[in-house]
Structure formats: structure tokens, C-alpha cells
T-cell receptor, first 113, second 111 residues
Framework: EAGVAQSPRYKIIEKRQSVAFWCNPISGHATLYWYQQILGQGPKLLIQFQNNGVVDDSQLPKDRFSAERLKGVDSTLKIQPAKLEDSAVYLC???????????FGQGTRLTVV | EDQVTQSPEALRLQEGESSSLNCSYTVSGLRGLFWYRQDPGKGPEFLFT???AGEEKEKERLKATLTKKESFLHITAPKPEDSATYLCAVRKSGSARQLTFGSGTQLTVLP
């Protein structure tokens, strides 16, 4: 079974630029998560989709971050404009839904300079 | 407010020296506690799910247990390849059933 796919693996941008990350979840998984993980910390939930609807985006900085999930499958996370403090690993995860475990992709390491 | 606290932050063990990692939580309506392993530069890898107090799960040298307030990850006779950061996460009740992570325990097993 193919896992969660993310791209790119690494990205370096200057502050105030924009960036987008892509995620393809495990086939059939209804729930998709985007997490931000700062070095030395645990993952922090940014946004959670159930199919193509948002069920939680309470910790998403909506003035600069946006996310969408097209047709309940792939998802993109965008940052515009980026700040230095956005430097982190952005993890995508998916689960079957309900109370099932989540499976993670390899993540995208973003460095904002 | 929901909280997940892991201790210790870091742990160094000699190969074969057994120990335990702790995950304490305060969450309204627990709907699952999850343990993950994370290697440097990789995403978290799922290990165990525990749903009710008293439940135990085992996998090779790892054993996870759950009480009403905390979970333990017991590592028996660890090997250097067990070195990683171990994360716990809780899923709470409600329509979204968010998955909230602790900050992890960085385990180093020395040969």
C-alpha cells in the first residue's frame, strides 16, 4: 500500500515570498491533516479536513496560510507571505476517519531566510 | 485546555538497559492514545493505539500501557536502532476528533 506522498522535500525561500506544499494521502482515507513541526517540538495541527470540508483550522494563521483539498483527495498548503518563524517541517497525514490512527508523509522542510 | 506532556525530554540508555517513557494527558473525552516513532528527517511512524485504561500493546522490544491519566512506553533490552524520538498523541471526542501531540522524548541507546 502506498503511503502519504508529499512534495517538495525541501524548500528555501526569502521572507515575504510565497510557497506551496502538496500532499497525496493514502487512497481511501477520508481525513487529512497538515501539521507544523518546529525543531525540537511535537507536531502542531494546522488544519484538518474530512473529505473536502474543513473540520478544524483553529490554529491556522489565516492571514498568511491557506489550504484546500480538491475532490476530497490531494491537498495543498500555501504560505503567503512567509515569515522567518515559518521555518519548520510541514507534515501531511491521513487516516480512515473516526478514531483510527493517522499515517504521515516524509514532510517538507521549509527554511525562510 | 487539552494538554499532552511527555517525560523525560531526553533519555540516554546503554544497550540492554530497560526503561520507560511517560505520556500524561488531560483531555476531555479520550478517543485514543497513539504512540509514534520519529527518526531524524522523517515523518512520524505509527507504533500503537490504545483506547481504554488497562489496555496493553506490544511490538518487539516495546510495550505500551494506558491508565486514565497517562501512558507508558516500556522499552526492554533496547538496541542502538531503537534510538529515535518517541511521540505520543491523543484524540479527543467531538466532531473533529483532533489529534494532539506531545513534544516527544528523544531516546539514545548507546552500544
Amino acid at each position: 500500500e502506498a503511503g502519504v506522498a508529499q512534495s517538495p522535500r525541501y524548500k528555501i525561500i526569502e521572507k515575504r515570498q510565497s510557497v506551496a506544499f502538496w500532499c497525496n494521502p493514502i487512497s481511501g482515507h477520508a481525513t487529512l491533516y497538515w501539521y507544523q513541526q518546529i525543531l525540537g517540538q511535537g507536531p502542531k495541527l494546522l488544519i484538518q479536513f474530512q473529505n473536502n470540508g474543513v473540520v478544524d483550522d483553529s490554529q491556522l494563521p489565516k492571514d498568511r496560510f491557506s489550504a484546500e483539498r480538491l475532490k476530497g483527495v490531494d491537498s495543498t498548503l500555501k504560505i503567503q507571505p512567509a515569515k522567518l518563524e515559518d521555518s519548520a517541517v510541514y507534515l501531511c497525514a491521513s487516516s480512515e476517519g473516526g478514531i483510527a490512527e493517522a499515517f504521515f508523509g516524509q514532510g517538507t522542510r521549509l527554511t525562510v531566510v | 485546555e487539552d494538554q499532552v506532556t511527555q517525560s523525560p525530554e531526553a533519555l540516554r540508555l546503554q544497550e540492554g538497559e530497560s526503561s520507560s517513557l511517560n505520556c500524561s494527558y488531560t483531555v476531555s473525552g479520550l478517543r485514543g492514545l497513539f504512540w509514534y516513532r520519529q527518526d531524524p528527517g522523517k515523518g512520524p511512524e505509527f507504533l500503537f493505539t490504545l483506547y481504554s485504561a488497562g489496555e496493553e500493546k506490544e511490538k518487539e522490544r516495546l510495550k505500551a500501557t494506558l491508565t486514565k491519566k497517562e501512558s507508558f512506553l516500556h522499552i526492554t533490552a533496547p538496541k542502538p536502532e531503537d534510538s529515535a524520538t518517541y511521540l505520543c498523541a491523543v484524540r479527543k471526542s467531538g466532531s473533529a476528533r483532533q489529534l494532539t501531540f506531545g513534544s516527544g522524548t528523544q531516546l539514545t541507546v548507546l552500544p
